[in-house]
């Protein structure tokens, strides 16, 4: 089974306006943690935030926040105020607290937004 | 600007030569990863490193060959490369593998494009 899902393969959002990108994941694991990555075309992943199961808020870092609904087991993104610079592929990512000594991402399809001016 | 930088960006290399992926890290970062990423795919991971030792090897061909010479330095020598390996192969690092802390977030250079012939 996969452990993240994106589902949405391309996105179009108009500058200035919001977009949430969904993310869901599978784990059985109580314990565990969420990224998002943006990776423009140049091909750099740059982390965007960090959300962990036990956090009480949702985490926000400028225009990024994650919306974190842990019964649905969903981290959606949520980008405001889009800017052309934000036409990328975005990836949902997890670790767990039972991967022993590792410290693996499992990343999902990615999402490319596209934001038209 | 990202602290993670990777030489070259690009390289295209026949499938008799011999050539190396650099990574330098300047984040005092004791873990250090290599990533295979394929066109439209997330990245795959092929190898960890925790305070210079390699710790995961995902069960990569030996024809790549990973080397950690100090825990600033990360590099991948490619031997008799084929052309399915094409790929952009991403550098990340991150604080510590084995902290125990979900939040160790990983940062990821610009990557190098390869080009097998």
């Known amino acids: 089974a996969q452990k993240i899902t994106q589902t949405q393969p391309g996105m179009f959002v108009q500058e200035k306006e919001a977009v949430t990108l969904d993310c869901t994941y599978d784990?059985?694991?109580?314990?565990?943690?969420l990224f998002w990555y943006k990776q423009p075309s140049s091909g750099e992943m740059i982390f965007l935030i960090y959300?962990?199961?036990?956090?009480?808020q949702n985490a926000t870092e400028g225009r990024y926040s994650l919306n974190f609904q842990k019964a649905r087991k969903s981290a959606n993104l949520v980008i405001s105020a889009s800017q052309l610079g934000d036409s990328a592929m975005y990836f949902c990512?997890?670790?767990?607290?039972?991967?022993?000594?590792?410290?693996?991402?499992?990343f999902g399809t990615g999402t490319r937004l596209t934001v038209i001016p | 600007d990202t602290e993670v930088t990777q030489t070259p960006k690009h390289l295209v290399m026949g499938m008799t030569n011999k050539k190396s992926l650099k990574c330098e890290q300047h984040?005092?970062?004791?873990?250090m990863y290599w990533y295979k990423q394929k066109a439209k795919k997330p990245p795959e991971l092929m190898f960890v490193?925790?305070?210079?030792?390699?710790?995961i090897n995902e069960s990569v061909p030996s024809r790549f060959s990973p080397e950690c010479p100090n825990s600033s330095l990360l590099n991948l020598h490619l031997h008799a490369l084929q052309p399915e390996d094409s790929a952009l192969y991403l550098c990340?690092?991150?604080?510590?593998?084995?902290?125990?802390?979900?939040?160790?977030?990983?940062?990821f250079g610009p990557g190098t494009r390869l080009t097998v012939l």
């Open positions: 990340a690092s991150s604080q510590a593998l084995g902290s125990g802390r979900l939040s160790d977030t990983q940062y």
């Open positions: 784990t059985s694991d109580p314990s565990y943690g």
């Open positions: 959300q962990g199961s036990y956090d009480q």
């Open positions: 990512a997890m670790r767990e607290t039972s991967q022993t000594g590792a410290n693996n991402l499992f």
């Open positions: 984040m005092g970062h004791r873990a």
């Open positions: 490193y925790s305070y210079e030792k390699l710790s």
